[in-house]
């Protein structure tokens, strides 16, 4: 049974840091593209980051204050959040699938989420 778990949310001042892990079992995803998605209330879940065996890609909004990164079984992918604003507030979820997509209907895994609050 697969499963994605995600950890590291919580309160944070802007301008700080997190550090959010995903732990993932249940079959190999060294061949799985593992993306960060987040949904913020009344709003669509959206793209955040997503690595591949050889690439990492950022959503515009998070790109050079983010850093996706993993194993390369990618057991553990992580999502380092520096430079924290209050619009990063949302609930963040895990997700795979086998091809590479940035669109959140694509993925066939997801984790239960992880609440990210940024207190302005």
């Known amino acids: 049974q697969v499963q994605l778990v995600e950890s590291g949310g919580g309160l944070v001042q802007a301008g700080g840091s997190l550090r959010l892990s995903c732990a993932a079992s249940?079959?190999?995803?060294?061949?799985?593209?593992m993306g960060w998605f987040r949904q913020a209330p009344g709003k669509e879940r959206e793209f955040v980051a997503l690595?591949?065996?050889?690439?990492?890609v950022y959503a515009d909004s998070v790109k050079g204050r983010f850093t996706i990164s993993g194993d390369s079984a990618k057991t553990t992918v992580y999502l380092q959040m520096s430079g924290l604003k209050p619009e990063d507030t949302a609930v963040y979820y895990c997700?795979?699938?086998?091809?590479?997509?940035?669109?959140?209907?694509?993925?066939?895994?997801w984790g239960q989420g992880t609440q990210v609050t940024v207190s302005s």
């Open positions: 997700a795979a699938r086998r091809f590479y997509s940035t669109s959140y209907r694509d993925y066939d895994y």
């Open positions: 249940g079959r190999t995803f060294n061949n799985y593209v």
């Open positions: 690595i591949t065996r050889s690439n990492t």
